[in-house]
């Protein structure tokens, strides 16, 4: 079952009235408006909404190209008209992490005005899983970016060491560090160590490394053995400060 978090995302509204144009008609005075997207953090402050990839507002129909996308934080849309009405705004995830909508009254009885929506995300997708913990925890069995061993891992391991033998050996006898040693450490890290784990080794990423990122299953396997010894020396020395080796 997959795992998932609930992430507050507020909606700016700002209006002002448009004093060198005039009134539709008396009493509806042509305004600018602007939308904007953020996400609510641990301690109640405002963070990018970089959960999405981008956002659609979409408009009343009288307006000229009604459906707006957005595609950079904090998404603001800003427009001019007299009308009130209600948009549909629709939220992209990142990761292939689908969509979310909600329906935001637009209005002018306030020249600024927030309102909030609680949604759920699954933490099962890496760098979904990696953007949301900057806006709040984490369930600890969350498994998006872990190198922990699973029973698919082991397996894959198993069919990996059969090819891999003679590379394994040579890699253990030149390396100073103990495999097995960083192996039970890496299992002792929390959800945030893990995810800066999985940077580590993606940014020190070679052609003779075993690495399988199934985004799909949000599953992140590793073998320590195929690592070059500076991957290694970098990963013990950060294991080492966070766990008990």
């Known amino acids: ?25 008396e009493g509806f ?5 602007s939308v904007k997207i953020t996400l609510v953090g ?40 007299w009308g009130e009405f209600d948009m549909t705004i629709i939220m992209h995830v990142v990761d292939k992490g689908g969509e979310k909508s909600i329906v935001h009254d637009l209005n002018f009885l306030e020249p600024k005005y927030e309102s909030e929506h609680k949604l759920s995300f699954p933490t099962s997708r890496p760098l979904l899983a990696k953007l ?27 069919k990996h060491e059969g090819a891999e033998a003679s590379k394994k050996k040579s890699k253990q006898e030149k390396s100073s560090i103990d495999v097995e040693r960083l192996a039970e450490g890496l299992e002792k890290l929390g959800q945030d160590d893990i995810l800066q784990v999985v940077q580590m080794v993606t940014e020190n990423r070679t052609a ?38």
């Open 1 to 25: 079952m997959t795992q998932e978090v609930v992430r507050t995302i507020k909606v700016t509204t700002t209006s002002e009235i448009l004093t060198d144009l005039a009134p539709v008609s």
């Open 29 to 33: 005075p042509m305004r600018k408006w």
């Open 42 to 81: 641990p301690s109640g402050g405002e963070l990018p909404a970089n959960i999405f990839d981008k956002v659609t507002y979409k408009l009343h129909p009288t307006f000229q190209n009604p459906n707006r996308t957005l595609k950079k934080p904090p998404f603001k849309l800003e427009e001019q008209g």
């Open 132 to 158: 949301l913990a900057e806006s709040g925890s984490l369930p600890d069995s969350a498994v998006s970016g872990s190198p922990l061993p699973t029973d698919e891992a082991k397996r894959d391991k198993r």
């Open 208 to 245: 003779d490394m075993y690495v399988k990122n199934d985004v799909e299953e949000g599953e992140f396997h590793l073998d320590l053995f195929t690592l070059p010894d500076s991957l290694l020396k970098m990963l013990w020395d950060f294991v080492k400060k966070r766990a008990d080796l």
